[in-house]
């Protein structure tokens, strides 16, 4: 009887390795939508004024801890923080923000040289900044994006703060659903980034620093 036992042993370890090899004993990641920020609607507007020899470097903003995710964040009336369930971003809100800017610098064109940080070039001006806001708030039962963000442009040669300042944009959306707010937010940077461009070029346009 013992032999009948120690036979039958080795085939049912044998039977619940396989069992476990059929199936997970973790948790499904669950899938989410990406997305990423609308095309911009900035357009080059028509200067009257030469360019600015300046050369400026866009760093990417700082951000906290949430804000270097890529879940879309909520905050409800009760001060309640959620995300979005089922979507995210492609990328971190700085990044996707960092982006806009040189978007929008680029269209305006009055800054001769606008660079990345990775470039390892030596710019004239650096416009170093933290994002502070980038979420949906309910206001009044109605979603507003908003957005927060403190800029500083700073001469690397003189090692000193030219200008500060903050820019604030809330834009009611259209709707709760996910790709209406996506639209908002796409609304909200470009607004956002045309504000810091007219700032930064008239800071530009003064005396060399």
Same mark, same amino acid.
């Given at each position: 009887?013992?032999?009948?036992?120690?036979?039958?042993?080795p085939l049912a370890i044998a039977c619940a390795l396989s069992a476990l090899?059929?199936?997970?004993?973790?948790?499904?990641?669950?899938?989410?939508d990406n997305y990423r920020l609308?095309?911009?609607?900035?357009?080059?507007?028509?200067?009257?004024?030469?360019?600015?020899?300046h050369s400026l470097q866009v760093s990417t903003p700082h951000g906290g801890r949430m804000l270097e995710g890529l879940r879309m964040m909520v905050i409800r009336q009760d001060n309640q923080l959620? =995300?979005?369930?089922?979507? #995210?971003?492609?990328?971190? %809100?700085?990044?996707? &923000?960092?982006?806009?800017?040189?978007?929008?610098?680029?269209?305006?064109g009055r800054i001769r040289s606008v660079i990345r940080e990775a470039e390892g070039l030596s710019p004239d001006l650096e416009l170093r900044s933290d994002l502070r806001q980038f979420q949906v708030e309910y206001r009044e039962n109605r979603p507003v994006v908003v957005i927060q963000l403190d800029a500083d442009l700073i001469s690397p040669s003189a090692r000193r703060t030219v200008a500060s300042?903050?820019?604030?944009?809330?834009?009611?959306?259209?709707?709760?659903? =996910?790709?209406?707010?996506? #639209?908002?937010?796409?609304? %909200?940077?470009?607004? &956002?980034?045309?504000?810091?461009?007219?700032?930064?070029?008239?800071?530009?346009?003064?005396?060399?620093?």
């Open positions: 009887m013992k032999r009948i036992l120690s036979n039958w042993r090899g059929a199936c997970s004993i973790l948790p499904e990641t669950p899938s989410r609308p095309p911009t609607t900035l357009i080059a507007p028509q200067h009257s004024g030469a360019s600015i020899g959620n =995300v979005y369930k089922g979507a #995210q971003w492609i990328d971190p %809100a700085p990044v996707m &923000l960092r982006d806009r800017l040189l978007d929008g610098f680029y269209a305006d300042r903050r820019f604030s944009i809330a834009q009611p959306a259209a709707g709760e659903q =996910v790709p209406e707010i996506v #639209q908002t937010f796409g609304m %909200a940077t470009d607004q &956002l980034t045309q504000e810091v461009v007219q700032w930064s070029v008239g800071q530009a346009a003064g005396p060399r620093r």
